[in-house]
């Protein structure tokens, strides 16, 4: 027997035979999502519903507001973290966030809990990552959405509070008790927080004790007695460290020095050529979040002339249309890079999953054999197990022969 035998995820196959459609249903698209941070993808109800219960202010509603930075919706993230007091508040935000996904088409979630913000309240940074293992597991099998954790440090809080985190999500692996359906249940380790003034580099060290040189794959296609129990899965190329460091230098760390096999974004990349040769050559799957990128204003509307073979220009420009806009995505992918499509934080930008599929065909352009590569990609760098993953991209071979021409 193996240790997936107890697995409920959904098999669920596609029905997309609807000759009044004059496209393919991409919610019929089989999917995963791995770029999701978890207190980030709480429903806004949900939100102002634990404010009430717990006497707390209710922040601001940032929803399909354009920033000119992170500080400001860091109120209302700080918030969603706020709000978890009780184990009730967890097993809630798990299964809603399973929910949400299942109604969006995904199959599989990673999500990445900004654990050590109510660790505290929940008796420590071990007893809530086993907390937060049992709610999953109960999420998984209410909706039969396979789920994996992504533990990650705050660049801003520090190496010793990243250690600590890190010694932690060691010990887990080890111990092997902290599973979800038998599974272990962290399956990458991030690094998220601000980037300007933390680049890849001081965060070396942590990550090869976490996930260790000799375990990075050079491809998705790993066999099962060799894949890393963790894999690394940082942010970089979002906004450039520093001066001296630009994003798409932050992006070839990320891969050089923190040993990714996936990068959340990435998409600064898009400025040097060699970078993206690099990506391409490594098969380093880029998790993109459209709207993410367009609302923090990471790219400028059709700015398409300063995306090629400039690797000093990462400056944000305008990007307040909401109609009209340029992102990199389908260069990325013209390229061969392997891209998925993800929502980061719903409950800060207002986007799904499901609706960045139909941003990227409707605002994009991209094809629904584009789309249905992404999607593919997405179950093939996720972490879920090798036979569920070839069964959902045979599924989604099937959406492509089922739709419309």
């Known amino acids: 027997e193996t240790p997936t035998s107890s697995m409920t995820i959904s098999t669920a196959t596609t029905n997309n035979n609807d000759n009044t459609s004059t496209r393919r249903d991409l919610q019929c698209l089989l999917k995963a999502e791995l770029h999701l941070h978890l207190e980030g993808a709480m429903r806004r109800s949900t939100l102002e519903e634990l404010c009430r219960k717990y006497h707390l202010d209710v922040p601001p509603d940032t929803r399909h507001q354009t920033f000119d930075d992170f500080s400001a919706f860091v109120q209302v993230y700080v918030k969603s973290c706020e709000v978890l007091r009780e184990p009730s508040d967890v097993e809630r935000l798990l299964l809603e966030v399973a929910q949400d996904a299942q109604s969006y088409g995904a199959v599989w979630i990673e999500v990445a809990p900004s654990l050590t913000f109510y ?87 942590l990550f090869e004790k976490v996930v260790g040189q000799g375990l990075r794959p050079e491809s998705a296609a790993v066999d099962k007695d060799s894949a890393p129990t963790i894999i690394s899965v940082p942010h970089a190329g979002e906004y450039a460290p520093s001066t001296q460091v630009s994003g798409a230098q932050s992006v070839l760390d990320a891969m050089e020095l923190l040993h990714a096999r996936r990068i959340a974004h990435g998409v600064l990349a898009i400025h040097n050529d060699a970078v993206l040769e690099t990506i391409r050559k490594k098969q380093v799957c880029l998790d993109v979040c459209v709207t993410s990128n367009r609302l923090l204003k990471v790219f400028g509307d059709k700015d398409r002339s300063n995306s090629q073979n400039n690797d000093n220009n990462d400056n944000p420009h305008d990007s307040s249309s909401s109609s009209d806009f340029y992102h990199p995505l389908p260069e990325l992918l013209q390229r061969g890079i392997r891209c998925s499509i993800n929502s980061d934080d719903p409950l800060l930008f207002g986007c799904t999953l499901l609706g960045e599929y139909e941003l990227c065909r409707s605002h994009l352009g991209l094809s629904d054999a584009q789309l249905a590569r992404c999607a593919k990609t997405s179950i093939q760098y996720s972490c879920a197990p090798l036979d569920f993953q070839a069964r959902w991209m045979a599924q989604i071979d099937e959406w492509m022969v089922d739709g419309p021409d």
């Not at 660790?119 to 086993?130: C, D, E, H």
């Not at 509070?161 to 080890?174: G, N, P, S």
């Open 119 to 205: 660790a505290p309240r929940f008796g420590g940074l071990a007893a809530t990552l086993q907390l937060l293992a049992t709610a999953a597991e109960k999420a998984e099998t209410a909706t039969g959405v396979g789920i994996g954790l992504v533990i990650s440090v705050e660049r801003h809080l520090g190496l010793p509070a990243a250690e600590t985190l890190a010694q932690v999500t060691v010990e887990a692996a080890a111990a092997a008790t902290t599973t979800i359906h038998g599974r272990p249940a962290v399956v990458g380790f991030g690094l998220h927080g601000p980037e300007q003034g933390f680049p890849p580099a001081q965060f070396q060290t």
